[in-house]
């Protein structure tokens, strides 16, 4: 599923890197280390990495989420600012030369995610009202917001090359 749709709503952030100049390897778990603001205690961080192809194609490659309060959670001075950290799955991926890393950061993925009321009130309560949460992610020197992949290192000698395609 191409994830260009999603991308273009305002409540998704999204940060692409320069086209890759070479293979990269990501095997093992992924994370995402984020300083967060939110106007509600109770919300929900998703958090999903995508491998963009050349013509723009958007495909995920793995996803994970995080239900705020959480024991996880650390505050970060008195200005309202959490530092999170969200375990995406773990993942086998080989991002091809040419190809760029995409990084979403949402509020809720609905419906694989149950929305997340705002309030605090156990989910299936009868009287669950909706609350909008105004969410900020920082990425500055003081908060340094990240993505943490685990690169698979391999040596020439050592790595097979990729089988050439069928001609047929």
Same mark, same amino acid.
């Given at each position: 599923?191409? #994830?260009?749709?999603?991308?273009?709503? +305002? /409540?998704? @952030? %999204?940060?692409?890197? !320069?086209?890759?100049?070479?293979?990269? /390897?990501?095997?093992?778990? =992924?994370?995402?280390?984020?300083?967060?603001?939110? /106007?509600? %205690? $109770?919300?929900?961080?998703? &958090?999903?990495? $995508?491998? =963009?192809?050349?013509?723009?194609?958007?495909? #995920? =490659? $793995?996803?994970?989420?995080?239900? @705020?309060?959480?024991?996880?959670?650390? !505050?970060?001075?008195?200005?309202?600012?959490?530092?999170?950290?969200?375990?995406?799955?773990? *993942?086998?991926?080989?991002? %091809?030369?040419?190809?760029?890393?995409?990084?979403? &950061?949402?509020?809720?993925?609905? !419906?694989? &995610?149950?929305? #997340?009321?705002?309030?605090?009130?156990?989910?299936?309560?009868?009287? *669950?009202?909706?609350?909008?949460?105004?969410?900020?992610?920082?990425?500055? +020197? /003081?908060?340094?917001?990240?993505?943490?992949?685990?690169?698979?290192?391999?040596?020439?000698?050592?790595?097979?090359?990729?089988?050439?395609?069928? !001609?047929?």
């Amino acid at each position: 599923m191409d #994830n260009r749709p999603l991308e273009r709503r +305002p /409540d998704v @952030l %999204a940060f692409t890197s !320069p086209a890759l100049t070479a293979d990269l /390897d990501v095997i093992g778990p =992924v994370g995402a280390d984020l300083f967060v603001r939110s /106007d509600r %205690a $109770c919300t929900d961080f998703i &958090v999903r990495l $995508c491998d =963009v192809a050349p013509d723009g194609t958007s495909r #995920n =490659v $793995c996803e994970g989420g995080l239900r @705020l309060p959480a024991v996880a959670e650390k !505050p970060v001075g008195t200005d309202g600012v959490r530092r999170i950290a969200v375990d995406l799955w773990p *993942t086998g991926h080989r991002f %091809a030369r040419g190809h760029r890393i995409r990084v979403h &950061v949402t509020s809720g993925a609905h !419906p694989k &995610v149950a929305v #997340n009321p705002g309030t605090g009130e156990p989910l299936a309560t009868t009287e *669950t009202r909706m609350v909008k949460a105004h969410q900020e992610v920082f990425h500055d +020197p /003081d908060h340094p917001s990240a993505i943490i992949l685990p690169i698979a290192e391999r040596s020439p000698e050592a790595a097979v090359p990729a089988p050439e395609e069928d !001609p047929v």
